[in-house]
């Protein structure tokens, strides 16, 4: 898939923008401030009708000064197109595919796919095992729409669940009946994600090689709630009667796939506490890549943003991944210079304006 046009209204620092984008690599460049950024995020809110930036959509509507932000866009689906627009406002959003109202993320995220990847997400394996968490139940709602509701049934179990821990007199009855109904759900969200991390490993290594150029073993280690499908539910009913005095004291569930985590070995060494901050980088930006690689069909392939990816890297890995990159169907790269490379189009930011440049075809 891929954005052929996107407007926008009273967007950040963008009061009225209008661009067509092409297919390939394009790089969006100006000085720091000039809202590159700013228009990669609106490409990624068309995905999940979320920021990666802020929590609150308020702060995306134009300096506060405008009542309402609007995206328009049209993505292109193989022979397909789909216009998708999102009403952003005090009341909160709206979105409609092809002028039809929808009221489900879900059928938003089947439509755009976006993968990105972050100058803070260099951190990944430093920071807490809930932004961890948060990057895998993502990925993993873009390929199996099942998956997103079988976690949004454990999480709506499990507030439920922590409500009653909260109050004065609990019923144990109906805490051992939401951790069976926990347990269920948790059984097919281990299996989703154990095949999901085999998968992962398979294109890992390879993508990592190509874009660090080192030939450095590296693999994601998955450290479930429970690694025993034959006997899960067993072991799982044990293990929160085990831990019912303790959930009673904290006023919570102590326990459960809601707490998984996984972190990377690189050459058999914890990278969180071993690895180089460049070796970080790379590892992380194979891993957000690695999801374009599980889907067949062109037309679902992902869209992908790099925010400020080019900055810390050497001329030599420079080229290296921009040479790697034209295997993918779409990029956006945030840059404070422009490429002048074959087949890549550069636009110019600069002023709250955008000019695009056209694709440099080489001497």
Do not use: C, W
Request: hydrophobic residues 40%; proline residues 2%.
């Amino acid at each position: 898939m891929i954005i052929e046009k996107i407007k926008l209204t009273n967007f950040r620092n963008y009061k009225s923008l209008s661009l067509l984008f092409e297919k390939g690599i394009n790089i969006f460049y100006g000085n720091n401030g000039s809202g590159k950024t700013n228009l990669a995020e609106a490409i990624y809110f068309l995905s999940l009708a979320k920021s990666f930036r802020t929590s609150s959509d308020l702060d995306l509507i134009n300096n506060g000064i405008n009542d309402f932000a609007l995206i328009n866009s049209y993505i292109e689906k193989g022979k397909n197109y789909k216009k998708i627009d999102i009403y952003i406002s005090k009341d909160g959003k709206k979105i409609s595919i092809d002028d039809k109202n929808i009221n489900r993320i879900s059928l938003l995220s089947q439509e755009v796919n976006v993968i990105y990847f972050l100058p803070r997400d260099v951190n990944l394996f430093k920071e807490s095992p809930k932004i961890r968490r948060n990057f895998l139940n993502i990925s993993l709602s873009k390929q199996f729409s099942e998956y997103l509701r079988l976690l949004n049934d454990y999480e709506k179990v499990l507030k439920l669940r922590n409500e009653i821990l909260k109050e004065e007199h609990r019923d144990l009855t109906l805490l051992d009946v939401y951790a069976d109904q926990l347990i269920s759900y948790s059984i097919k969200i281990f299996q989703y994600r154990k095949e999901y991390f085999n998968k992962l490993n398979i294109f890992l290594p390879e993508i990592y090689q190509k874009i660090s150029l080192k030939k450095s073993l590296i693999k994601l280690i998955y450290l479930p709630f429970i690694n025993d499908l034959n006997n899960f539910k067993d072991i799982a009913k044990k293990k929160y009667k085990d831990a019912l005095e303790n959930d009673l004291k904290l006023k919570r569930t102590t326990i459960g796939i809601h707490l998984e985590d996984f972190f990377i070995l690189l050459d058999n060494k914890n990278i969180t506490l071993y690895g180089s901050q460049g070796e970080n980088r790379m590892a992380v930006l194979s891993l957000k890549l690695v999801p374009y690689f599980l889907i067949n069909e062109k037309e679902n392939k992902p869209i992908v943003i790099l925010d400020d990816v080019l900055s810390e890297l050497d001329d030599n890995n420079k080229m290296n991944l921009l040479n790697f990159l034209k295997i993918f169907e779409q990029v956006f790269i945030t840059s404070t210079k422009k490429i002048n490379k074959e087949n890549i189009t550069n636009y110019f930011i600069s002023n709250n304006n955008v000019s695009k440049e056209g694709s440099y075809e080489g001497r």
